[in-house]
């Protein structure tokens, strides 16, 4: 959650406010992400905020839990933002691989990123480097978490007392996928 915090203070500070969040998950489901988002942005947006939340749910066909294919949902939800027009002028994703679906089919539509619409991911993931423009994200160490988790995993077969939490740095990898308004 902090890193969706991370990434909204990144985004305010470049000017914006109408956020929208691009999540694959019902914001109901209790997704700490989610959470973040309507907690940080609600205070902005108040009643009208469940027009700036875009999902890809069972009831629309569009969510398969057995295939987790984020590229997919980024492109799916990537065009109901089109569709919206609300105005928003930034996309916060779930994580990195639905940004980068989402920048896919907003170029395929002809929507510029970052001139149009900003576009933020979540993960940190090397891949966004690859992309044009470059993915803007939050990178949440994931190698460091991997090493994180096996140290840990090795405690806890040992016997050893573990703690549940463990406080590995984030910070914002500034790509070129969010503009300054």
Known sequence: HIAMEMLIDHLF??????????????????????????????????????NYIFTC????????????????????????????????????????????GMIHQLQRSGVRVPQDISVGGIDGLRVGSYLYPKLTTVSISPFNQGKECARILLDMIDGKKVKKRTNLPLKIIEGESVRTL
Do not use: W
């Open 13 to 50: 500070e470049k000017g914006h406010q109408k956020i929208a969040l691009a999540t694959p998950y019902s914001v109901s489901g209790n997704n700490p992400r989610s959470t973040a988002y309507v907690n940080k942005m609600y205070p902005i947006l108040g009643n009208k905020i469940d």
């Open 57 to 100: 749910t069972e009831d629309t066909g569009n969510f398969r839990p057995e295939e987790e294919d984020f590229f997919h949902y980024g492109e799916i939800l990537a065009l109901q933002i089109i569709a919206k027009k609300n105005g928003i002028t930034a996309v916060v994703c779930f994580n990195d691989d639905l940004a980068i």
